[in-house]
């Protein structure tokens, strides 16, 4: 009899490790894709790198830009599961000051959060430092977007390091904020590409190509910045990548040194004392040397010249970060404020030359992230999503309701064998220590445990960024 006892105390064991197990079994991940991560780093230290002291400057480069006087990351990718987002993002800030004594740059940031806390890992000269604790801040999971908006970021150990021991551990740094969009498997499609939609070389006649161009860095901070206190806008085609805009459906004829093409869309910047449209914007190069040009005001013009020469690469002709300067003629367009011959941001021309080459992506900003309501915790707003979308296993409800039977069954057996073993103990007098088999009690601290191990943080990338600055 006893043997039968602990045959069906054995099995429930087994069926209660098995339901923790089914219990423990992850939910499908998300994946994430397309996002933005905003963080200033430290409003001083931006002050300290410009002013008096340091005589330095500021450079971003891989698509980071500057919004607000902060730094905007891109292009995110990751996974959010079990209420825990880890992603990352692409793009470079580069600090230089004292004569080249300070030269940092930080590059592809990526956070670890989970609730209202969390982690910003940023690449800090090639190596992947762990920055900053965040927290204070609900990650919103709904709409189809992950996100967290302004958590305070202290500064940690490894952190204080990257600063040269000029902050300690615990120093308040800018608050970070970041979004990733829920990215959406792509339907299963069996038609073939529409020629509009493709690319299509006849001759030197090409469509589908794009140019990519950011105005000028200075003037987007202007734009953006407390004296015009503005934004801009896209349309009608133009894509925004943050740092740089995006001028699609390009068509004309292309080849190597001679190409004219003209793309459609508008870039739109207003503010205080600031309106200006760029509207479809005309390539034309002569033996490499070249003009874009654009609807300004109802009028047609050249903006910057350049000197490019497009090389095929994996079926695209393609040039990439071509320097241009300011022509006389767009003078007016900037308000006098930069002179003909003043550098502005470079040029990518990419002309596709067969149906299935691809242009290079544009930084993704995902989509605006959703306002964090601070009365809806984070958790309240994952069920709604779970509900709606269907993205949890339901063995997360299934499997604790089973677990909980056989842990209250278990206990019951276990009990009555107590029971037993001390009534044998009382009549035999033979010592034995009793089983440390769990209580009801004592279940919620497993399966707690049990939960924590699902939590599992993705493993930290070796590769360090390509540190490609301009310098
Ligand atoms: C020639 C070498 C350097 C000199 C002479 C120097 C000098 C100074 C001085 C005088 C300050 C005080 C600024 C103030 O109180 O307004 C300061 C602040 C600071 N320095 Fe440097 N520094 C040097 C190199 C570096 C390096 C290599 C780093 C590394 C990142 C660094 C990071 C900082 C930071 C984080 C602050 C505090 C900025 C703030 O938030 O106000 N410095 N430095």
Do not use: C
């Not at 004594?101 to 992947?128: H, I, Q």
């Not at 001028?247 to 190409?259: I, L, M, P, R």
């Not at 003629?329 to 941001?345: I, L, S």
């Not at 044998?424 to 497993?446: I, K, L, V």
């Amino acid at each position: 009899m006893p043997q039968a006892l602990a045959r069906t105390a054995g099995a429930l064991t087994a069926l209660m490790v098995a339901s923790l197990l089914l219990w423990a079994a992850p939910a499908s991940a998300d994946e994430l894709s397309g996002g933005r991560l905003d963080w200033g780093v430290k409003e001083s230290f931006r002050s300290y790198i410009t002013g008096p002291i340091a005589q330095g400057e500021v450079q971003t480069g891989d698509g980071a830009s500057t919004v607000d006087g902060e730094y905007r990351f891109h292009s995110a990718s990751g996974t959010y599961e079990d209420g825990t987002a880890v992603v990352d993002y692409q793009g470079w800030v580069y600090f230089w000051g004292h004569d080249g004594e300070l030269d940092l740059t930080f590059a592809n940031p990526s956070v670890e959060y989970s609730g209202s806390s969390g982690t910003l890992y940023v690449y800090v000269n090639g190596s992947r430092t762990d920055m900053a604790t965040l927290s204070g801040a609900s990650l919103d999971a709904s709409g189809g977007t992950v996100s967290v908006s302004g958590a305070a970021a202290t500064l940690t150990t490894n952190g204080a390091e990257a600063f040269a021991g000029y902050y300690e551990p615990g120093q308040e740094l800018d608050p970070v904020s970041f979004s990733a969009d829920v990215a959406v498997e792509p339907e299963e499609t069996t038609e073939e590409p529409t020629e509009t939609a493709s690319a299509e070389a006849a001759g030197d006649a090409v469509t589908g190509a794009v140019v990519d161009w950011g105005v000028r860095t200075s003037w987007r901070d202007y734009v953006s910045g407390d004296i015009a206190d503005g934004s801009w806008t896209v349309a009608d085609g133009a894509a925004d990548g943050g740092a740089i805009f995006r001028f699609a459906e390009g068509a004309g004829t292309a080849t190597a040194a001679d190409y004219q093409l003209a793309f459609q869309g508008t870039v739109a910047f207003t503010g205080t004392n600031v309106d200006l449209a760029i509207t479809d914007p005309v390539v034309t190069a002569a033996d490499g040397q070249g003009v874009l040009s654009a609807e300004v005001a109802g009028t047609r013009v050249d903006l910057v010249s350049f000197e490019a020469t497009l090389v095929e690469t994996d079926g695209v002709l393609l040039a990439a970060d071509v320097p241009t300067v300011l022509t006389e003629a767009a003078v007016p367009v900037f308000g006098g404020y930069y002179q003909a011959g003043d550098p502005m941001d470079p040029l990518l021309i990419a002309v596709p030359l067969t149906a299935d080459a691809a242009v290079p992506a544009l930084p993704d900003l995902g989509s605006d992230p959703v306002e964090t309501s601070e009365s809806e915790p984070a958790e309240v707003v994952d069920a709604d999503r779970a509900s709606s979308e269907g993205g949890l296993n339901p063995l997360v409800w299934i499997a604790p309701a089973a677990a909980l039977l056989v842990l209250g069954a278990a206990a019951a057996v276990v009990a009555v064998v107590q029971r037993r073993k001390h009534r044998q103990r009382e009549t035999e007098a033979t010592p034995e220590t009793a089983p440390s088999a769990g209580t009801p009690e004592d279940t919620p601290a497993e399966t707690g445990a049990a939960d924590e191990t699902v939590a599992d943080p993705a493993e930290p990338s070796p590769e360090g960024p390509e540190n490609d600055k301009e310098r």
